[in-house]
């Protein structure tokens, strides 16, 4: 079974940058998609990054050109950078592997990490 494991939130002031890690553990098998989500109170959970097998990244425009996904392949970790940080970028932060164990597919979900950006 998969398990992912979140790292880097925090506090930082609007401007300022932070860095989201997630490594997943476990019996991984092909990993065919690595996300990251964000969830702010009362809204819905959306997307803002991912990355393919190919390396193809994909951003929604709230964040492109200030957030950058990348991912280690051998250590089966994905980061997220996000820089110039806005105030409505606070939100919990979760990252998404899915993959496949020989024929049977897996969509999990890290715990998630808390970003707070003050004004």
């Known amino acids: 079974q998969v398990q992912l494991v979140e790292s880097g939130g925090g506090l930082v002031q609007a401007g300022g940058s932070l860095r989201l890690s997630c490594a997943a553990s476990?019996?991984?098998?092909?990993?065919?998609?690595m996300g990251w989500y964000r969830q702010a109170p009362g809204k819905q959970r959306d997307l803002v990054a991912s990355?393919?097998?190919?390396?193809?990244?994909n951003y929604p425009d709230s964040v492109k050109g200030r957030f950058t996904i990348s991912r280690d392949n051998a250590k089966n970790i994905v980061y997220l950078q996000m820089n110039s940080l806005k105030p409505e970028d606070t939100a919990v932060y979760y990252c998404?592997?899915?993959?496949?164990?020989?024929?049977?597919?897996?969509?999990?979900w890290g715990q998630g990490t808390q970003v707070t950006v003050s004004p």
């Open positions: 476990g019996v991984i098998g092909s990993i065919v998609f």
């Open positions: 990355v393919s097998t190919t390396g193809n990244t």
């Open positions: 998404n592997f899915r993959g496949q164990v020989g024929f049977v597919p897996y969509n999990v």
